[in-house]
């Protein structure tokens, strides 16, 4: 075994545990292997032990991978999405994790129309109210929601966010559980358009407290692939 497959199968044992904890089935979480920095052969090797779903931040590194991956994987947008790239995005992208403002959600609805096409997205909230990071602040979900739920060409899945980075996962499982909780005081509106059946939270560091707090998704890179190399970008 490489590796890659022996770390990914780790994960998985991982992800197990953790549902089987919180008496959730493991296969209701989706491993999204983050593959930034990560060169095509590796990520091939990856696939090859089973990962199916794939998630990078930037558009234009995405763009640069695609020909070389196999058809049938499912690409992610997990980083900040500018609105020049919303249209880019939206060919290569099966979810966009990072909608994060009104102005971005209307870009994204123009070029879907034009491409005739549904943009599937999370909304990305910055729960902890974090300066460096991107995603809206909780007080504006609601008022963005229900502009976004008029634009007939966005179907908003669920809610991403970023934890902040602790050495002791413990301490951002309230950061996860508000999480969950806004999207079911959410999903009670019934908002046209708008479901919360996905709650992409969790990465190498605190995904299994994630899972515990109810993600559907997990987002995980370096358990995986290792540390990142960024020398080269
Ligand atoms: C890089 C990244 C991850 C993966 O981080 P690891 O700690 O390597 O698992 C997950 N989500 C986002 C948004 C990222 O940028």
Redesign the pocket.
């Known amino acids: 075994m490489t590796s890659i497959s022996q770390n990914l199968a780790l994960v998985q044992e991982r992800i197990a545990a953790a549902a089987a904890k919180s008496g959730r089935r493991p296969e209701d979480i989706c491993l999204?292997a983050?593959t930034?920095t990560v060169p095509p052969e590796r990520i091939k090797e990856a696939l090859a032990a089973g990962v199916q779903h794939i998630?990078e931040?930037r558009v234009q590194e995405a763009a640069a991978k695609i020909e070389s991956i196999p058809s049938g994987v499912t690409w992610h947008l997990?980083?900040h999405l500018q609105r020049n790239k919303a249209k880019q995005a939206i060919q290569i992208f099966d979810l966009i994790?990072?909608l994060d403002s009104l102005r971005l959600a209307k870009m994204l609805q123009k070029r879907a129309k034009e491409l005739e096409r549904t943009v599937n997205c999370l909304v990305e909230v910055n729960v902890a109210g974090e300066e460096s990071k991107h995603g809206i602040i909780p007080d504006q979900l609601l008022p963005l929601l229900r502009q976004v739920s008029l634009l007939p060409q966005l179907s908003v899945r669920g809610l991403?966010t970023?934890a902040p980075y602790v050495k002791d996962p413990e301490e951002v499982r309230p950061i996860f559980r508000q999480l969950r909780e806004m999207a079911h005081e959410i999903d009670k509106l019934k908002l046209p358009g708008v479901s919360m059946e996905e709650l992409s939270m969790g990465?190498?560091?605190d995904?299994e407290v994630a899972i515990e707090e109810g993600a559907t998704m997990v987002?995980?890179?370096?358990?995986?692939?290792g540390a990142?190399d960024y020398s080269e970008n």
């Open positions: 999204v983050v930034k998630g931040n997990i980083g994790h990072s991403m970023v990465m190498s560091g995904f987002r995980v890179g370096s358990a995986i692939f990142r």
